[in-house]
């Protein structure tokens, strides 16, 4: 499980599946593998280009939510490999002539590769330009700033393809709510990845045999020269033995396991092998060896073919480099050796950027995942954000609290007015009490004061009375 940030996920739109990938890149440049997905697409990619968007979209989708579960984060970015049989290189020039003799700066030079970036091709789009070298003059150099001229000519390798091969991959990522943070051009990535300075310094030809494309580039003097996409590839040897009445999975065995690019011996006893639908059907392996050999004999013949078209076939001193899934095919450097008579043949067995060890070293080895691995160390941008769903479920509980707490205030106070108007009750009871128990002592002392009074009046007329009594009693005595 991912929790760190800094995580990079590369996107191969390959004819035999679309491939996801996710890894963490350390200061030294090498890789930490965190996640691969996969996902068939030999029904909506051929020869490399999207033909059938939605199923495309539906892959895609499948991929980004499997890479977010594996890894936990969510991811809304991703670098994305661009190739296919329409991309290919273009020559053009471009040059620029001054009133009088003056410095070349970088402004002059910028102003070539302007006007080059302006041309027009129908239906194209350049996705980038190498510069091959300036004339001036009678002579050729590829750092003309700093030369005094009057007159210079900038040449140009555009590398191009159909409008529509961009435009569909950005629909597709759109629908899935990817960003592309860029697209890279599979082939240069392979070749930054692969192929040593020295070998582009030297001279050499990358031929990348793919499932239903093989892709040649060309360097020497650490330039680009020549990129050009075949239509043909490991796939069309499968069919080939497919029409032998074989399943396709099986075909694909049969195609590693005894087929051959070239083969120089006869053999006396041959061997029929059984299919795995029915053991009592058999398919003889001169067969195979036929049908592999002829195919990939085609195949080598259209890559020798651009190889000689670049300009560049007796200028690769470091040879030809292979690599790609059908590269794998039995004695395919012998195949290409006796077509193009050099011996300079070599298979690309490991890239340049070091993979750390963990579990999916022996993934990324059984896919044949170098295209895969050179996207994502192009790559450099962190591809996670916050899920929105996250955010939304932040927001319902921000927004919950907030009730809440509103509740709690009005409880608060509502609670509070009615401790105060229980007080007030407590008050206004404790002060009829108190008022009734004043009337009720007052009356009581009214009583009292009454009685009392009484009290007093009988008492005086009771001695009137006797007064009376003693006033007569002398006044008879003296009579």
């Known amino acids: 499980m991912a929790t760190d940030k800094d995580i990079i996920v590369a996107i191969e739109l390959g004819s035999s599946s679309i491939r996801g990938i ?29 033909y059938n968007l939605d199923k495309t979209i539906q892959a895609l989708n499948g991929i980004f939510i499997q890479l977010r579960e594996d890894l936990n984060v969510y991811i809304n970015k991703a670098y994305v490999g661009i190739a296919g049989q329409s991309l290919c290189t273009i020559r ?29 091709y129908p239906d194209k789009v350049i996705l980038d330009v ?53 697209m ?13 300075d020295n070998e582009k310094r030297s001279g050499c030809a990358l031929v990348d045999f793919g ?81 592999t050999e002829a195919r990939m004999e085609e195949i080598i013949a259209n890559v020798w073919e651009q190889i000689q078209q670049s300009g560049y076939a007796d200028k690769l001193l470091s040879g030809i480099v292979i690599t790609g899934g059908a590269a794998n095919i039995p004695n395919i450097e012998k195949a290409i050796s006796h077509k193009t008579k050099s011996d300079k043949i070599k298979f690309a067995k490991s890239l340049q950027t070091m993979i750390k060890p963990g579990n999916y070293a022996n993934v990324i080895q059984e896919m044949n995942s170098n295209t895969l691995i050179s996207l994502l160390a192009c790559g450099e941008c962190d591809c ?25 205030e009005e409880e608060r106070k509502r609670q509070i007015l009615e401790e105060q108007k229980r007080q007030e009750e407590l008050a206004a009871q404790t002060e009829k009490a108190s008022k009734q128990q004043n009337e009720t002592s007052k009356k009581e002392d009214d009583e009292e004061e009454e009685e009392e009074d009484k009290n007093k009046g009988g008492f005086m007329k009771s ?4 007064i009376s009594k003693l006033t007569k009693m002398f006044t008879e005595t003296e009579e």
Do not use: W
């Open 130 to 182: 190498k510069s091959q070298e300036y004339r001036i003059g009678t002579n050729y150099v590829t750092e003309p700033v700093g030369i005094l001229s009057n007159q210079i000519e900038g040449r140009f390798l555009n590398i191009v393809i159909r409008s529509s091969v961009k435009e569909n991959i950005q629909k597709c990522f759109d629908a899935v709510g990817v960003q592309i943070i860029d």
């Open 22 to 50: 996710a890894g963490r890149k350390d200061v030294d440049g090498s890789l930490q593998i965190l996640d691969v997905v996969e996902r068939k697409s030999k029904n909506c990619i051929r020869k490399g280009v999207i």
């Open 211 to 291: 499932a239903e494309t093989t892709t040649v580039s060309i360097y020497k003097n650490n330039i680009l020269r020549y990129l050009s996409v075949i239509p043909l590839g490991g796939n069309n040897l499968t069919l080939d033995i497919c029409s032998k009445q074989v399943e396709e999975e099986e075909a694909e065995e049969l195609k590693i396991k005894y087929g051959t690019a070239f083969s120089d011996m006869s053999r006396e006893v041959v061997r029929h092998i059984p299919l795995s639908f029915d053991p009592g059907t058999t398919i003889a392996e001169d067969v195979l060896q036929e049908i």
């Open 384 to 408: 996670t954000d916050v899920d929105p769903n996250e955010i939304e479920r932040m927001r319902l509980e921000e927004e919950e609290n907030r009730r809440r707490k509103q509740e709690e």
């Open 92 to 120: 053009n020039s471009a040059s620029k002539q001054m009133a009088t003799k003056v410095v070349i700066s970088n402004d002059i030079i910028d102003s070539l590769r302007d006007s080059n970036y302006n041309i027009n």
């Open 463 to 466: 001695l009137k009375s006797k």
């Open 184 to 196: 890279y051009i599979a082939p240069l990535a392979l070749s930054d990845n692969i192929l040593t």
